[in-house]
């Protein structure tokens, strides 16, 4: 019953190293041959390659190919309002139709081929742009655009046909947007409003028209990518082109699903490091909306606590309704850094601002009490028996006299005060008049952050739609949900730039000594022993308890005198996943006679459920600590994933863990911790000691180097439980699972 297999890496495997580790030609990287700063130790890219699509949204010259002026004909709504726009943008636009002359009133070529002037963007109207692919590439079209219907998001037939249209692009050296697409890209923008724009993606047009409509409230929009299918541009390549354009405040987007995960983590990475804030709707927190997504166009939705994790590490604020999408960019466009955090509630009714400040304060926004001086300044204008400490209560009357703007002057002046928020809960004029215009007013004066929230359902007062919609340094909300989400995303956006560094900076270029003593141990396609799991650990500097494997009750006793009373025995083989439920785990065992008993009662279960063994495992027992689990799975979007909660049985029963996407740093390792629900265990309860945080987060970033080494080569592993002893002992991962791939 005991014995071992060997393996070897697999030959796509070993792909990936090899080109790491410079022994094979290397991928191309931003148009060269990479180096080894250009790839991480899989061989992925490091870095986001944003394409130039100056020429898409700007174009010198566009074809419309199947343009139609016979009324009643799909393709003469569009081609008409492609005219429209190529006027706009100052573009030329040439008709290509096999059997017209002209278009309205435009010259017509019959082909690609007689175009009188290379292009840069082509308008394909025809319901299957795969025959035209090869034109464009001879006629050297820069940008494509594909309205077509009927492919990946039809099911497995279409996506084929989608991949093939995805080669022959690839093949023709030339950028395609859609298929599935719209005519979003080809809206008209209003060019008379100033500031930051807001820059819009979304893979379903209808869900990007409440953000364009804002434009009618006075904010900014520069341009729209309707990506549909992502059978080449992705939501990816628009949020790395728009964060390098000096007008764009803020990038909205509306995402069913993600073409390829590790693009948009290199895309929301250059976002970060610009300080481009990236606000997104994503489509998938159930089962039945990933589903509807996946039909819709066609995407990978992902594990939906993948992706929200993913989001968070590179800063991008996820949002639920397109309500929030339009205040938080619209405020994250416009609004400069805060000056300081403190936010401050001012209301003209201490019920509203209770309730304001209840919500806010729940909501994690950070309400400081007004200084002592502060409070006596307030107080020349506001009477004494009114709270003025945070939130402030004015009592109404100061607001319709000169005392108004006085009170939101000195609120403003304080120095931990960067945020000042007033909800009206309704309008009340002529008071609710004043107020906003002395809020307005204030505003312009200010470097600081001002918002408003018009609770009228209404929303035709004079005081909303001109006064504090005719402010661009006023933020306007309509409810207090969306007011206190906006705020908090500006203020974590701006922390988190301020303190951002790359994870892609520092990862891993070259495999490291463990990766290469760990080659030997890998089993494609099998589980490992949880001894050769555990030399596994040891090779990455993970600590595992003193143990032997041993092979006979001898031995066994032999090996409990060296690693000391009490122990624990365990079968060891490559079939076992729970050993304690098939009674493989014995505990607590204090002499050489239990050991013995042990040892031939492990092994008659094993054999008795068929079981092949490795051996028995004689195990020095650890009992004092908080026990953790540490692990790496595989998604189908970012890859290996590493994930931190709490171990032993109540993995499965509280489900408390965290999880992030390699490559991270220490600071985020940290984060998952402060993210369990159950963090308070490691700081001792009940009179128990605080345990190593330190050497659990060093576990963490172990694992995490075992996952961007071995990602290809293992499919799961779990270290649970990971015993985190108290302060200063260490942690010590007392079984493990490892499945390779």
Request: charged letters at 20%; a negative charge.
């Amino acid at each position: 019953m005991l014995g071992s297999t060997h393996g070897t890496l697999t030959t796509d495997s070993r792909r990936a190293r090899v080109i790491a580790c410079g022994e094979q030609p290397s991928p191309v990287v931003h148009g060269r041959p990479a180096d080894v700063d250009d790839l991480d130790v899989s061989g992925r890219p490091l870095y986001a390659d944003a394409p130039d699509l100056d020429r898409f949204f700007r174009p010198e010259s566009v074809a419309v190919v199947g343009a139609s002026d016979a009324e009643g004909r799909p393709n003469t709504g569009i081609t008409r309002q492609l005219i429209a726009w190529a006027e706009r943008v100052g573009a030329r636009l040439h008709p290509v139709h096999p059997t017209r002359q002209s278009v309205f009133g435009i010259p017509c070529s019959p082909s690609l081929a007689d175009l009188p002037e290379q292009v840069d963007l082509a308008v394909l109207l025809v319901g299957d742009p795969l025959p035209v692919i090869g034109e464009l590439a001879e006629a050297k079209v820069k940008f494509a655009v594909a309205f077509a219907s009927g492919f990946a998001e039809t099911g497995a037939e279409g996506a084929a046909a989608q991949a093939h249209l995805a080669a022959a692009v690839r093949r023709a050296g030339l950028r395609l947007l859609g298929p599935n697409t719209n005519l979003n890209a080809f809206e008209k923008f209003r060019d008379d409003l100033d500031g930051p724009a807001i820059a819009l993606i979304t893979q379903s047009g209808h869900q990007g028209r409440p953000v364009f409509a804002m434009q009618e409230l006075g904010v900014r929009l520069s341009h729209w990518a309707p990506t549909g299918n992502e059978a080449d541009l992705e939501t990816a390549d628009f949020i790395s082109y728009f964060s390098e354009q000096p007008e764009i405040g803020a990038i909205a987007c509306y995402v069913e699903g993600l073409k390829d995960g590790r693009s948009f983590l290199l895309a929301a990475d250059r976002a970060a490091r610009r300080g481009v804030p990236v606000v997104a709707v994503k489509v998938g927190r159930t089962e039945t909306g990933a589903r509807t997504a996946a039909s819709h166009t066609g995407k990978l939705t992902g594990a939906d606590t993948v992706v929200d994790a993913a989001m968070r590490q590179y800063g991008v604020i996820r949002v639920d309704g397109l309500d929030e999408l339009q205040d938080t960019a619209a405020l994250l466009a416009r609004a400069h850094a805060p000056r300081a955090e403190g936010v401050v509630v001012y209301s003209i009714s201490g019920g509203t601002g209770a309730h304001f400040a209840d919500l806010a304060t729940a909501a994690g926004l950070p309400l400081p009490n007004l200084s002592a001086p502060k409070q006596a300044e307030l107080h020349q204008w506001i009477p004494e028996y009114l709270s003025v400490a945070n939130p402030v209560d004015n009592g109404g009357h100061p607001v319709g006299d000169w005392r108004g703007r006085k009170i939101i002057d000195a609120i403003l002046a304080d120095p931990e005060v960067g945020v000042l928020i007033c909800p009206i809960t309704g309008p009340f004029p002529p008071m609710s008049d004043k107020l906003a215009q002395d809020l307005v007013d204030a505003a312009e004066q200010t470097d600081k952050l001002v918002c408003v929230v018009w609770g009228s359902p209404v929303g035709t007062e004079a005081a909303y739609r001109e006064t504090l919609l005719g402010s661009s340094k006023v933020a306007t909300f309509r409810t207090f949900a969306n007011c206190i989400t906006a705020v908090r995303a500006y203020l974590d956006h701006h922390r988190f730039v301020a303190a951002y560094r790359s994870p892609f900076d520092e990862a891993p270029r070259t495999p490291s000594p463990s990766f290469r003593k760990t080659q030997a141990l890998m089993r494609p396609g099998q589980q490992l022993s949880e001894h050769a799991a555990k030399q596994l650990l040891r090779a990455y500097g993970i600590r595992v308890p003193r143990e032997q494997l041993v092979t006979s009750a001898a031995a066994a006793v032999r090996a409990a005198s060296l690693v000391g009373y009490p122990v624990v025995m365990k079968a060891s083989g490559a079939q076992i996943a729970h050993k304690t439920e098939l009674g493989l785990v014995k505990i607590g065992l204090t002499s050489a006679s239990q050991v013995r008993d042990a040892y031939r009662e492990l092994t008659d279960i094993a054999r008795y459920e068929g079981i092949s063994l490795d051996g028995v495992l004689v195990c020095q027992m650890v009992e004092r600590g908080v026990e953790m689990v540490v692990g790496v799975t595989h998604d189908q979007l970012f890859g290996p994933t590493v994930t931190v909660g709490l171990g032993g049985v109540l993995v499965e029963v509280l489900r408390d863990a965290a999880v992030r996407v390699p490559p991270f740093g220490e600071d985020q390792a940290r984060g998952m911790l402060g993210e369990l629900r159950g963090r308070a265990l490691l700081e001792g309860v009940r009179g128990g000691p605080p345990v190593d945080v330190d050497a659990l987060v060093e576990v963490v970033m172990r694992v995490q180097r075992m996952a961007l080494e071995l990602g290809d080569d293992i499919a799961e592993l779990d270290i649970n439980p990971l015993m985190v002893l108290p302060r200063g002992q260490g942690a010590v991962a007392l079984d493990a699972l490892v499945v390779c791939r």
